[in-house]
């Protein structure tokens, strides 16, 4: 079935509204992360600078997913199309635009955000020194995540280099396991329109596989600590979405090279995947990002107000004690959200932090229901 001008045009205009989305999520979540963090400073948390200490590498993965995004949008026929924006190009300029997409988002941007992931799946199952509230642990996961993502970008590169010659050596290769773009006619006008090799795709395919199976390993261990039921429940649905979202784009892609790009399959396939991996991404977003720093910022609130009516009870300690000429020295109530991190600062062990690190909810909820029963 041919691919119609109002097909390319509602999958092309999707896809850009899709993308717009996530960027307005991400930009909130990286305005409540410089809150949260900022706060945490001005106002003297100690006890919430464990959970704000990855925010860097938290607003990292944000900016990998809008990265993607955009990457998605130089993709689309929608924009090849007479009177678009990349139709002014000529057609080496679009296949060239076409090569730099696939090493661009399946060399670089999709395994740097699923390597972001896991360091931040790791990081309450470190040590507490050397993990999340090291000052240098931002930057050596943000080098670790480029480094790791290096080798993938540099093969995926080299794949698009050889591929042409490749096909030329070997003539029994079918063609879609190294094109990158096809040219098409469009009303006397020649357009060139991005594919997806499947060299390419299997390559991005076996990087999935291992992901995959790490995550569940990684799950495993966290699941091992984790005792609040709603904190289980975010973990089985981060883990099990990762999983199950990114080797189903791989497969998505790999069915692609079965029809061509300016067919109708070849599209629903490709925004099949796109609209994949954007929910993965934004279920990562939500579980690792939004809920932790909300969760943070409600706990700072709660703390903040016991520290005002510890203040007051002191004072009104200190004033009984001077019309009484005594010297007291009464002990702080540390109820409600502090009591969260007692067990923290007393053992440091890693597998406290892994209650901890994806939620604050359970704590923060248990101590808002103590105050109502009292």
Sequence with gaps: MPLTRYSAETFGVLTICLVALLILLGLVCIGYSFYLHSRVLRQGFIQLSYFTGPWIIRITFILFAIWWGFGEITRLNFLRRQ????????????ENI?????????????????????????????????????????????????????????????????????????????????????????????????????????????????????????????????????????????????SSFLPLRVLLLGLSVLSKPEQFVFEVLAFSAFVVLLCCVGVCICMLICCPVV??????????????????????????????????????????????????????TAATGALVELSLTSSFMDSKSKQETE
């Design 98 to 242: 076409c090569k730099c997409y696939i090493v661009s988002n399946l060399g670089f941007a999709e395994p740097c955000l699923f390597l972001t992931l896991v360091f931040l799946l790791r990081a309450p199952l470190q040590n507490i020194d050397t993990g999340i509230l090291s000052r240098k642990w931002n930057g050596k996961t943000a080098g670790y995540v480029l480094l790791y993502c290096f080798p993938l970008s540099v093969l995926q590169l080299i794949l698009i280099l050889i591929g042409p010659d490749l096909h030329k050596e070997r003539r029994e290769l079918p063609p879609y396991f190294t094109r990158t773009a096809t040219r098409v006619m469009e009303n006397s006008d020649s357009i060139a329109l991005c594919t997806y090799p499947l060299l390419n795709t299997i390559l991005l395919g076996v990087f999935a596989t291992v992901m995959s199976v790490y995550l569940f390993w990684l799950g495993r261990r966290i699941l091992n600590l984790v005792i609040n039921k709603g904190l289980q429940k975010r973990v089985y649905t981060l883990i099990l979405s990762v």
């Design 83 to 94: 009177g678009r924006v990349l139709n002014a190009l000529n057609l080496k300029w679009q």
């Design 295 to 348: 969760d943070c910022i409600a706990l700072g609130n709660l703390l903040d107000v016991e520290g005002r009516s510890d203040d007051q009870n002191d004072a009104a300690v200190s004033l009984i004690g001077n019309q009484n000429h005594l010297v007291s020295s009464p002990e702080r109530n540390s109820r409600n959200g502090s009591i969260s991190f007692r067990t923290f600062e007393k053992d440091g």
